[in-house]
């Protein structure tokens, strides 16, 4: 079946201080992740996905097929970065993907 | 360009009753997905339209329907409400290539008494 986990509900750190949110996946064939992020007072939006290995207000994520994780990182934490940060895997179906699969999300709270 | 738009934001219906929600998406998406949002249970995937033709659907029972229509606005309708429908219930679309992402609404707040 196909599932996102993400471990940590609550993710607490220092501003300055490394961040890595975790994300495992469950899914057999050739998956589709991405990181959406929710701003407090603002909609869920898109931060990053995996076919674009881009960088994104300093976030990266790898895919890691061998360990089935997409984790987000950031070397340097801001407390702008405070929100609630989703992982999802896309069960793309004949041309779309609007199925996406979410984890329950972690809430990262980035201290002064 | 206009983000999503859902309509109506809140809504406070009684067990019974029926409902219905409303989206319009972003200029040119033709795809519309519905997710319904709670604290026990996350983000739930309930249906997804393309060209008006339901093209995924969800685990949810089959109280929970959706449309779309020419112009790409989709709505979606709950009937015989019971508690456990009270929901955030949100509504993105996407231009429905692969890898593209979702763009999503900010939600209709469905509170069942």
């Known amino acids: 079946a196909q599932r996102v986990t993400q471990p940590e509900k609550l993710l607490s750190v220092f501003k300055g201080a490394p961040v890595e949110l975790k994300c495992n996946y469950s899914y057999s064939g050739s998956p589709e992740l991405f990181w959406y992020v929710q701003y407090s007072r603002q909609r869920l939006q898109l931060l990053l996905r995996?076919?674009s290995r881009e960088s994104i207000k300093g976030f990266t994520a790898d895919l890691n097929k061998g360990e089935t994780s997409f984790h987000l990182k950031k070397p340097f934490a801001q407390e702008e970065d405070s929100a609630m940060y989703y992982c999802?895997?896309?069960?793309?179906?004949?041309?779309?993907?609007?199925?996406?699969?979410f984890g329950k999300g972690t809430k990262l709270s980035v201290k002064p | 360009k206009a983000g999503v738009t859902q309509t109506p934001r809140y809504l406070i219906k009684t067990r019974g009753q029926q409902v219905t929600l409303s989206c319009s998406p972003i200029?040119?998406?033709?795809?519309v997905s519905w997710y319904q949002q709670t604290p026990g249970q996350g983000l739930q995937f309930l249906f997804e339209y393309f060209s008006e033709t339901q093209r995924n659907k969800g685990n949810f029972p089959g109280r929970f329907s959706g449309r779309q229509f020419s112009n790409s606005r989709s709505e979606m309708n709950v009937s015989t409400l019971e508690l456990g429908d009270s929901a955030l219930y949100l509504c993105?679309?996407?231009?429905?290539?692969?890898?593209?992402?979702?763009?999503f609404g900010n939600g209709t707040r469905l509170t069942v008494t």
């Open positions: 999802a895997l896309s069960g793309y179906y004949g041309g779309s993907q609007g199925n996406l699969i």
């Open positions: 995996h076919i």
């Open positions: 993105a679309s996407s231009l429905a290539q692969r890898g593209s992402p979702l763009h």
């Open positions: 200029s040119g998406h033709r795809s």
